[in-house]
């Protein structure tokens, strides 16, 4: 076992050319920091399997212990959160009631994308509770069409309708899939109402985006979910193009990028071919952008990379910088089948909400902002690549921009615990096997150096672990 206390140097001399970045890293730098090295505590993710025996975690303080008791003794059992309790934060740091900093990689899930306490986000958030924050669907507002306008210059898309959530962005898209065919073929009695979507695949907890994600932990609870969904093999073309079918899809739903699948992109050649093949059958190609979207991947849309444009875009996580927000964006042809009364939500597309989105919107469509995230994504994966490569419980490093995931032979939750207690903050993914390292987009090289380095040192913690990944 290795001291409690470590001090940890780190020297490199990475020069590579990436061919999809098409630039050069050449940097020399030496970081130390003084790192915990933990004991393995609790699980992250709701995996029964890995939940800790009592007694393997670290003792809480009083006030830690009593927060969680007043949760326990009140809330529906819905998350295995971990024993922490978060209290402030500010850049890509958090703090717990104890006054513990966390270096947090983990944005909320994808969520902070300009981390905590953005002083223009809060300047936003101010001036506009000070001036209206909700008045419905049934009146206009200025920050809503606003920013409205904005998305719609900024993407493929014509027409926009906005949710609170990346689930609700979903459930919209399917609604709107439907009617479109409905509209599309008003002489059938039978329009085209059935869906596919893919292995690995996660698109939301409601009944009909549940039934489109993938894993039937998730689903078998709950059924019966909503008909007609056939899932393929992410990335099978064959499989892809025999499912999707004239006067039976609807619609295709796919992430460009899947973040709780297990961080895996897509290719061109997969995309291409499912844009041909909906146009080839008509039904609607639907990308879901909820996690990767907005400038996660270094393109302020992920789907940009593979130069393919889909009918119909949801997004959602890191919009208001913490806020809740969705939105769907589609084409005039898409747009032109939904009449009013379709569908509505009543706080969906707040003034405070949407000029707080405005803030965020601002910073992320810069070119610079956004050739930052693929520089340091870049950066990241070398790191990761040089520090953990050679380790055996390792078996792949992959990602694209800031969304990053390392892939390992075993469950992942030691690990994850190991490096809480150290003092970062790391999310599962997969199977449980996969560590996701989504922070925010504004996240330093010397954190990530940092945040590498507390990996690196507590990948003992997979040793003797005798889950392995499926």
């Known amino acids: 076992m290795m001291n409690s ?20 890293l050449d940097k020399r730098r030496r970081f130390t920091f003084r790192a915990e090295v933990p004991k393995i505590s609790s699980c992250l993710v709701s995996d029964k399997q890995q939940k800790a025996k009592a007694g393997s975690a670290k003792p809480l303080s009083r ?93 493929f898309a014509d027409r926009i309708f906005f949710t609170n959530s990346g689930t609700e962005a979903n459930e919209a898209a399917i609604k709107f899939s439907r009617k479109f065919q409905r509209h599309s073929h008003p002489e059938e009695n039978f329009p ?40 393929v093999e992410y990335g099978n073309i064959k499989e892809a193009l025999k499912a999707i079918q004239s006067g039976k899809t609807a619609a295709v739903f796919v992430e460009p990028i899947q973040g ?56 959602a996580k890191p919009l208001a910088g913490g806020l809740p927000i969705g939105v769907v964006l589609t084409t ?15 706080f969906a597309g ?4 949407c000029h707080a989105a405005l803030a965020v919107l601002d910073k992320i469509q810069n070119p610079d902002f956004l050739a930052s995230v693929s520089r340091k994504g870049l950066y990241l994966k070398e790191l990761l ?19 990053v995931g390392i892939e390992l032979d075993v469950q992942a939750s030691p690990l994850v615990d190991a490096c809480r207690d150290a003092g970062l903050l ?26 590498v380095e507390v990996l690196s040192a507590c990948l003992p913690s997979l040793d003797g672990n005798s889950n392995t990944s499926s």
């Open 5 to 24: 206390l470590q001090t940890l140097h780190m020297s490199h001399d990475c020069s590579s050319i990436d061919p999809l970045y098409g630039f050069k």
């Open 63 to 155: 006030a830690s212990e009593k927060v969680i008791e007043i949760e326990r003794n009140v809330f529906v059992g819905t998350y295995a959160r971990a024993p922490v309790v978060l209290k402030s934060g500010k850049g890509c740091k958090v703090y717990d009631v104890d006054g513990k900093e966390y270096l947090d990689m983990t944005a909320g899930i994808a969520v902070n994308s300009l981390g905590h306490s953005d002083p223009d986000w809060i300047n936003a958030v101010i001036e506009q509770a000070n001036t209206l924050t909700h008045v419905s669907n049934v009146y206009h507002s200025l920050p809503q069409v606003t920013l409205g306008k904005r998305l719609v210059e900024c993407s």
């Open 192 to 231: 085209a109402t059935e869906f596919i979507a893919f292995s690995n695949s996660f698109h939301g907890r409601t009944l009909g985006a549940l039934a489109l994600t993938s894993k039937e932990q998730y689903r078998l609870p709950f059924e019966p979910v909503m008909p007609g969904v056939t899932f």
């Open 260 to 315: 709780e699948g297990g961080i895996f992109s897509a290719t061109k050649d997969f995309l291409q071919l499912l844009r041909t093949a909906c146009d080839d059958s008509g039904a609607l190609l639907v990308f879901d952008e909820v996690q990767c979207g907005l400038g996660r991947t270094g393109h302020l849309w992920a789907h940009e990379a593979f130069d393919v444009t889909p009918d119909i875009m949801t997004l």
């Open 332 to 346: 005039e042809r898409v747009a032109a089948a939904i009449s009013s009364g379709d569908h509505g939500s009543t």
């Open 350 to 353: 707040s003034p405070l909400v």
């Open 385 to 403: 690549l040089k520090k953990l490569g050679e380790n055996p419980h390792v078996k792949e490093v992959r990602g694209f921009g800031l969304i």
């Open 426 to 451: 790391v999310l599962t993914a997969g199977k449980g096997n996969v560590v996701r390292l989504v922070p925010p987009l504004i996240i330093s090289e010397q954190e990530l150096e940092y945040a």
